[in-house]
């Protein structure tokens, strides 16, 4: 109970007198400390800046939360010719929609990111009108979307501040959390052709406690990464957006995360 109740918290967040200091200057373009719910440190969490593959979060949660959350998915040519990091699907594979959200998630694979934005809405436009949706349900006013998969291009932006409520949606989804933490996964295709995919996130296994959330990046966007981790019933979620050397400083602002005295609880 105790940390879905702090996981709440990352999305509602908690107001402040004064703003969190910026004890991380020049680690990336944005980025923001939480720990508990409550923001340590930060830096332009409200600049919009390219999310590249952190726009996959909100791929997987409207899968997650759709009234058919696995089937079987055929492969559009479109899907099979999407470029940059893929599964290698090929036009008329049938894949399971669970295998290629663990792929969207655990390898970042456009070809699976577009395949199942495909057969959830009919088309990927249709889709990233519910992306948008989907975002401001939830509040997220300075994200906007213009493909499922986070490609650069017009109209596409996000914020610290919003990834931070975003990632900390999904990782109430059980099966969403599972597949942030997974490291290394085997799947086949009806016709039984064999993927293996490894995650791209290079915290997991080596940072103890990190249990996702997922990387990206584009020219544009430059090095992105979103970690949750959890010790001892505390726990950190960090955002970093145009980041000098995501993995070199994530992995410190881990530690010192959870080396800093328990945070104070502001009232909102």
Same mark, same amino acid.
Request: hydrophobic fraction near 50%.
């Given at each position: 109970?105790?940390?879905?109740?702090?996981?709440?918290?990352?999305?509602?967040?908690?107001?402040?007198?004064?703003?969190?200091?910026?004890?991380?200057?020049?680690?990336?373009?944005?980025?923001?400390?939480?720990?508990?719910?409550?923001?340590?440190?930060?830096?332009?969490?409200?600049?919009?800046?390219?999310?590249?593959?952190?726009?996959?979060?909100?791929?997987?949660?409207?899968?997650?939360?759709?009234?058919?959350?696995?089937?079987?998915?055929?492969?559009?040519?479109?899907?099979?010719?999407?470029?940059?990091?893929?599964?290698?699907?090929?036009?008329?594979?049938?894949?399971?929609?669970?295998?290629?959200?663990?792929?969207?998630?655990?390898?970042?694979?456009?070809?699976?990111?577009?395949?199942?934005?495909?057969?959830?809405?009919?088309?990927?436009?249709?889709?990233?009108?519910?992306?948008?949706?989907?975002?401001?349900?939830?509040?997220?006013?300075?994200?906007?979307?213009?493909?499922?998969?986070?490609?650069?291009?017009?109209?596409?932006?996000?914020?610290?501040?919003?990834?931070?409520?975003?990632?900390?949606?999904?990782?109430?989804?059980?099966?969403?959390?599972?597949?942030?933490?997974?490291?290394?996964?085997?799947?086949? +295709?009806?016709?039984?052709?064999?993927?293996?995919?490894?995650?791209?996130?290079?915290?997991?296994?080596?940072?103890?406690?990190?249990?996702?959330?997922?990387?990206?990046?584009?020219?544009?966007?430059?090095?992105?990464?979103?970690?949750?981790?959890?010790?001892?019933?505390?726990?950190?979620?960090?955002?970093?957006?145009?980041?000098?050397?995501?993995?070199?400083?994530? +992995?410190?602002?881990?530690?010192?995360?959870?080396?800093?005295?328990?945070?104070?609880?502001?009232?909102?």
């Amino acid at each position: 109970m105790r940390g879905l109740v702090a996981l709440a918290l990352f999305a509602v967040g908690l107001a402040h007198a004064d703003p969190p200091p910026d004890r991380f200057p020049q680690v990336a373009a944005a980025y923001l400390v939480d720990v508990d719910g409550t923001r340590l440190w930060e830096a332009n969490t409200g600049r919009r800046l390219p999310p590249a593959s952190l726009a996959k979060l909100m791929t997987a949660l409207l899968v997650a939360e759709s009234g058919k959350p696995d089937g079987v998915v055929t492969v559009s040519a479109a899907a099979a010719a999407a470029t940059g990091t893929r599964l290698g699907l090929r036009q008329g594979d049938r894949l399971r929609a669970s295998d290629l959200l663990a792929a969207t998630l655990i390898q970042s694979a456009n070809d699976a990111c577009r395949a199942l934005a495909q057969w959830q809405a009919g088309s990927e436009e249709a889709f990233v009108a519910r992306m948008n949706r989907r975002a401001a349900e939830l509040g997220l006013a300075d994200t906007a979307y213009a493909n499922a998969c986070g490609h650069d291009a017009p109209g596409t932006f996000t914020t610290a501040r919003d990834l931070a409520v975003l990632a900390s949606r999904v990782m109430q989804v059980p099966a969403l959390a599972a597949l942030a933490g997974t490291e290394k996964l085997d799947m086949r +295709s009806e016709a039984g052709r064999r993927f293996h995919i490894a995650t791209t996130n290079a915290l997991l296994g080596r940072v103890p406690g990190v249990r996702g959330v997922k990387s990206g990046y584009t020219p544009a966007a430059g090095q992105c990464v979103v970690v949750f981790a959890e010790r001892a019933g505390t726990q950190v979620l960090i955002v970093l957006l145009h980041a000098r050397d995501r993995w070199w400083d994530a +992995s410190a602002m881990v530690e010192a995360a959870f080396a800093a005295p328990p945070p104070s609880r502001r009232v909102p």
